[in-house]
């Protein structure tokens, strides 16, 4: 299973070492040792990044990497990756559970109903998003 954690690797190792908007071509030996993915893996995630918009004229061979790094891809690196976008999520989705408890304090009873449901809504999530740890 591919990891957030292991396509930020492969994001921290594009930005680092390849220059953005130029075509490269990266060793994939050096390239699957710093990362410490298999090949498969490897392919996948830059796939996965091609069709985000991270990269551009991505052709992955076992002896090298040819491909252009997007400015996108080291925006999105330079604003927590992968790991950072499910930690926003997480905290935003605490964040809506405090505020229906407070609201759920302040309503009457004729409005609990809605604030019940709000409230099942975002348990449920903050549940699913455990299961993807």
């Known amino acids: 299973m591919i990891t957030a954690e292991m396509k930020d690797r492969v994001l921290k190792c594009l930005c680092e070492n390849a220059q953005t908007e130029a075509h490269v071509d990266i060793n994939t030996k050096v390239f699957l040792t710093e990362t410490r993915l298999e090949f498969n893996d490897l392919n996948s995630i830059l796939s996965y990044f091609e069709r985000l918009g991270f990269l551009e004229d991505l052709n992955c061979r076992q002896s090298n990497i040819f491909l252009t790094l997007k400015i996108e891809a080291n925006d999105f690196f330079l604003r927590g990756g992968f790991?950072?976008?499910?930690?926003?999520?997480?905290?935003?989705?605490?964040k809506l559970l405090l505020e229906v408890e407070h609201l759920e304090k302040q309503l009457g009873p004729n409005n609990l109903e809605t604030v019940n449901k709000l409230s099942t809504i975002a348990s449920a999530i903050m549940s699913g998003l455990s299961l993807f740890k």
């Open 83 to 94: 790991i950072g976008q499910e930690v926003l999520l997480k905290s935003n989705i605490e």
